[in-house]
């Protein structure tokens, strides 16, 4: 992979919570235009992995470097209970510089919440906040972005929108990485899969014509090694 | 990044507070009824026959304000902890001192309505006939409300993430409300006396020191509150 | 951060600084009881003077220098001044204690009441009190490196109101309208008494040194022992 396509770069990196270390020694490369699942029990560390890579948290140890700017979409959904779905799009506009009016009507049709945007999001259900969160996310166009686990509280119209919009955003050039264990759904998006176990990274191996069932053994025998 | 980007993002923030406080208006709501309270004990709480209503007004003034402000403050953010959305404003290019500064303005201005909608009332509790002086008051105001402003914006970055955050904010800012609120009262007492201007001109430098020293270092080191 | 055996190091040292500031406590004690004559107006009570106002100035210097190391801390991050800083704060603390009991003890027989709104007596109050505020404040965050990186804004906000909070009571008691109240400047005291004080400013500084390097050591084996913990947990 030449140079210039690195997206993202970690070198041992190394992270505590507390006392207890979260990640230890994890070293990972990812590309544009690549999307890299990761694998992991609750606890693993994929959250703090995401974190590191967003720089919203500093590593104990080792380097990160990005390539570009990052968008994210995490377990919480970083809006505004208060505020409709459009004031909280716009407001996000705002600090990042964009035109508010445009830009967020686009997003909210993107992701199918248009109908609802002058509803205070208080009453938006898991799924509809999920969207929205999304939305947020890729307001700037982001060149890498972040998702943990980004299929939750979604059915199956919105699993399809998800999935449908991340490979649009891989075809285009845009850096992935999906913590998640919802891998039957997000496996054909993949190009790699890395195994975090007990918060050190195996590097991410190729997806090529891998079936759930294979990526779960291979999981599982990752697992078994860190033992 | 360039001054307008900065000043852009400080409004933001900042609007977006109160929009969120406009809909909701449980802490100006909280922190009025907190206020007639106080301003109503704090009348009560004294001996009518032996202490004039004046030597008490100031003081009563300023704890109203000082506490008032307080159930603001402790407020602010609670909004970017809910739903981590303070994790959002910093993946946006915003920098952190102008999220900062932004919602020290927001709290100004919170601060400030609670403030403005307060003082009719202490004028009624209190029968004070001070209609001449309330240019000075409100320079008075202005400047002890910066002052804690500043410092309990800082404290609640901190407070909102540590646990019992709902009683330190309290024992953490009140010592640093100290060289304000006794300013404040002294100024306001004079004020209330109509004393001469060379009278107040010690407590109003003070007060100003204050302001642009805690101001500045509170912009300084609300990123390493950040530290995670 | 230093290993266990640096830190029990420390503690043993600070154990013989503690043991030699003992001594000279006791000889303190012995040279204000029997070799330093009785103040004519205050009589015996002046005693307490000796201890008094030494514990003052450590409780004082043990804040200054959780100022300082709060400081250093944010441009450093170096973990070891964040449990000195601590360290020293509660240390400081502990003097102010000590302070704050002698004080109106001394008070009742001279001035004729436990506590009187005297510039210096409130400031110290105000400024023991911030530094019990640190305290609380570190109890109440559980990651190190978010306790040490809030301990140090504080310590340094703390550091910067002192000034403040000095100027203000001190204004306080000398505008206000009443005949202004004398600045409790140290009183001259005789040769004799003056030199007693100072041995004791001398005693209780290496107390304070020796408490903190005590405290510090204590600190770091207790983080050495819960990342033990984690390790094994996890």
């Known amino acids: 992979m030449p140079l210039s396509d690195v997206a993202v770069t970690l070198r041992e990196v190394s992270r505590r919570y507390g006392h207890r270390p979260v990640l230890q020694d994890v070293s990972l490369d990812i590309g544009f235009g690549e999307v890299v699942l990761l694998m992991g029990k609750n606890g693993a560390g994929k959250t703090t992995l995401l974190r590191l890579i967003a720089g919203l948290a500093r590593p104990n140890s080792g380097s990160i470097e990005r390539f570009g700017s990052v968008g994210m979409v995490a377990h919480h959904s970083m809006l505004y209970d208060a505020l409709t779905a459009s004031q909280n799009l716009a407001f996000f506009a705002r600090l990042h510089g964009l035109p508010s009016g445009r830009v967020v009507h686009a997003a909210l049709e993107r992701v199918g919440l248009a109908a609802v945007h002058d509803q205070a999001i208080a009453t938006f259900s898991r799924g509809m906040l999920q969207r929205l969160a999304i939305a947020r996310a890729l307001l700037p166009e982001p060149e890498i972005l972040l998702l943990d686990e980004p299929l939750s509280g979604l059915d199956d119209t919105g699993t399809t929108l998800v999935t449908d919009m991340l490979k649009a955003l891989r075809d285009r050039g845009c850096a992935v990485v999906i913590a998640s264990h919802q891998i039957t759904e997000l496996l054909p998006l993949g190009t790699r899969v890395g195994y975090l176990v007990r918060g050190r990274l195996e590097t991410p191996e190729v997806l090529t014509n891998k079936t759930p069932a294979e990526v779960l053994d291979r999981y599982r025998a990752a697992v078994a090694r860190e033992r | 990044m360039s001054a307008s980007t900065f000043v852009r993002a400080s409004l933001a923030v900042a609007a977006k507070d109160l929009a969120i406080e406009w809909k909701t208006k449980t802490a100006f709501v909280s922190s009025m009824v907190f206020a007639v309270l106080v301003l109503a004990v704090l009348y009560f709480a004294r001996d009518p026959t032996s202490v004039a209503t004046i030597d008490v007004a100031p003081g009563a003034l300023w704890v109203t304000f000082t506490f008032a402000a307080m159930v603001g403050l402790n407020r602010a953010f609670l909004l970017e902890r809910e739903n981590r959305a303070m994790d959002g404003l910093l993946l946006t290019p915003a920098p952190p001192t102008a999220i900062f500064v932004g919602k020290v303005l927001g709290n100004l201005v919170f601060v400030g309505v609670v403030e403005l909608a307060s003082v009719p009332l202490f004028i009624l509790f209190y029968d004070l006939p001070i209609g001449a002086q309330l240019p000075e008051l409100l320079l008075v105001m202005v400047m002890a409300t910066v002052a804690f402003v500043a410092v309990g914006t800082l404290l609640s970055a901190m407070v909102v993430r540590t646990r019992f955050s709902e009683m330190m904010l309290p024992v953490l800012l009140l010592p640093f409300l100290v060289p304000p609120v006794v300013g404040a009262v002294q100024l306001t007492a004079r004020i209330l006396l109509d004393r001469p201007l060379s009278e107040l001109a010690g407590w109003l430098k003070l007060l100003a020191a204050f302001d642009l020293v805690f101001l500045t270092l509170s912009i300084l080191l609300f990123e390493a509150t950040l530290e995670e | 951060m230093i290993g266990r055996d640096a830190a029990l190091r420390t503690a043993r040292r600070g154990g013989v600084v503690t043991v030699l500031a003992l001594l000279g406590l006791a000889a303190i004690y012995v040279r204000a009881l029997v070799f330093t004559p009785v103040e004519r107006f205050q009589g015996p009570a002046q005693k307490i003077f000796y201890i008094h106002a030494p514990a003052a100035w450590a409780a004082l210097v043990a804040f200054a220098i959780t100022g300082i190391l709060s400081l250093l801390y944010l441009f450093l991050k170096d973990r070891k001044l964040d449990l000195v800083a601590a360290s020293s704060a509660e240390v400081g603390v502990a003097f102010g204690m000590v302070m704050l ?134």
């Open chain 3, 101 to 234: 009991t002698t004080g109106p003890i001394w008070g009742k027989p001279i001035w004729g009441t436990w506590w009187t709104w005297d510039a210096r007596l409130t400031s110290t109050l105000f400024i023991f009190l911030l530094f019990v505020g640190y305290l609380a404040l570190r109890n109440a965050v559980t990651d190190p490196g978010t306790r040490a990186a809030y301990s140090a804004v504080i310590g340094i906000m703390a550091l910067v109101l002192v000034p403040f909070i000095h100027v203000t009571v001190y204004w306080f008691r000398t505008l206000h309208p009443q005949p202004v109240l004398v600045k409790p400047s140290s009183p001259s005291l005789p040769g004799v008494m003056l030199v007693t004080l100072l041995l004791s400013i001398v005693v209780f500084t290496v107390l304070y040194v020796g408490f903190t390097m005590q405290r510090y050591a204590l600190a770091v084996l207790r983080e050495l022992k819960a990342e033990e913990v984690a390790r094994a947990v996890s």
